[in-house]
């Protein structure tokens, strides 16, 4: 999060005023986040709270699921690091 902060800080820099409109400076005076959330209807949070959830369980799932299905391939299950064994 850190690095990313500091390469939209860096673009911001480098580009003319207005080409990241869509990303808001958190250093701008009229910039309130509390503010923006509370004026946005509940539908509009809670559909983007949703979508989220839905992103970061599917994130988990495949990650955890692509960690323990390549534990179980034949070259890494013969060095019996892990305790796994598939049914064959």
Do not use: H
């Not at 500091?6 to 990303?23: A, E, P, Y």
């Not at 979508?51 to 013969?78: C, D, E, K, Q």
């Amino acid at each position: 999060m850190f690095v990313f902060a500091g390469v939209l800080q860096t673009l911001r820099k480098m580009c003319r005023k207005g080409v990241l409109f869509f990303i808001r400076d958190p250093s701008e005076q009229s910039y309130n986040p509390v503010k923006d959330i509370l004026d946005r209807p509940t539908t509009s949070q809670m559909r983007k709270l949703g979508i989220s959830a839905f992103m970061y369980t599917i994130v988990a799932i495949f990650l955890f699921g692509a960690v323990s299905w390549g534990l179980t391939l034949p070259p890494i299950n013969r060095l019996e690091l892990v305790p796994l064994r598939t049914t064959a």
